[in-house]
C-alpha cells in the first residue's frame, strides 16, 4: 500500500515543514547590543546636572516677606543691617527698617543673612587680662 500524503496548505509554500513537525536546531534570535542599552536605561551613566533654578531662595524670601521676619544682614565689609525684607528681586532685595531710612541691597555685597530670633541671647564676652598679659584669677578680689 502507498503512503498517503496530504496536500499542502495554502498558507504554506509547498516545501515548507510545518512547525510543530520541526525537530531540528532552532537558531537564536539574540537582540542588538543597541537596543539592550536602551532598554536598560541610564543605569550605568553619570547623573545629569541638577536644575538652574530650584526656586528655594524666592521661597525663603516670600515667607519672610508675608511674616515681616526681622532680619540681620552682613555684609561683606563687616556692617550688619537690620529690619525686614519688603521686595526682592534676581540681584538686590531692600530692607525696610525702624527709625532709619530703608535700604535697597545688591546681592553681591551680602555676605549671609539669618532671621533676628536666630541670634544668641548671650554673646560671649572676652576675658578681660591683667595688664601684665596674664589671665585673671578665679577668686577675684
Known sequence: MAAVRKPPSPASPAGAREPESELGPRKLIRPALSDLRRDMGPRGLRKGAPPEQ??????????????????????????????????????????????????????HAIKYLYKEEEERPFRRRKVRSEPDGAPPEAGGR
Open 54 to 107: 530650584t526656586n528655594a531662595e524666592s521661597f525663603y524670601y516670600l515667607k519672610q516677606m508675608q511674616a515681616r521676619t526681622p532680619v540681620v544682614v552682613l555684609l561683606v565689609d563687616g556692617e550688619e543691617l537690620r529690619g525686614w525684607i519688603e521686595w526682592y528681586d534676581k540681584d538686590a532685595i531692600k530692607l525696610n527698617r525702624e527709625h532709619a531710612p530703608n535700604l535697597l541691597l545688591q546681592k
